[in-house]
């Protein structure tokens, strides 16, 4: 079973930065992402990459946002950059196995955190 532990949610002011990580149990994936949730809004898919290193950006985040990983330390992370309030959300890690594909659809997602929040002021 895959677990994945978010952290490094907070609160930042428009305009800065901030960096989550998403800790995964030693297993098997083959894609990895973040998804958000808004107060009222649908999940919505982030980032994504796969263990081949393809990577997708909603377009929303393009230019700011970049995912990596370090599989040495089973780590997932979002570099979120020039954040907005229209960042604040709810930040999910999800995981998939078997599928090497890099999707923001979140039902193509089987594995997924608690979340982490992020709330921007302006």
């Known amino acids: 079973q895959v677990q994945l532990v978010e952290s490094g949610g907070g609160s930042v002011q428009a305009g800065g930065s901030l960096t989550l990580s998403c800790v995964y149990s030693?297993?098997?994936?083959?894609?990895m992402g973040w998804f958000r949730q808004a107060p009222g809004k649908e999940r919505e898919g982030v980032a994504t990459m796969t263990n081949s290193g393809s990577r997708k950006y909603a377009e929303a985040v393009k230019g700011r946002f970049t995912i990596s990983v370090d599989d040495a330390e089973d780590t997932l992370y979002l570099q979120m950059n020039s954040l907005n309030a229209e960042d604040t959300a709810l930040y999910y890690c999800?995981?998939?196995?078997?599928?090497?594909?890099?999707?923001?659809?979140?039902?193509?997602?089987?594995?997924w955190g608690q979340g982490t929040q992020v709330t921007v002021s302006s």
């Open positions: 999800a995981a998939k196995r078997f599928v090497s594909v890099a999707s923001l659809n979140k039902e193509d997602y089987t594995f």
């Open positions: 030693a297993y098997t994936y083959t894609t």
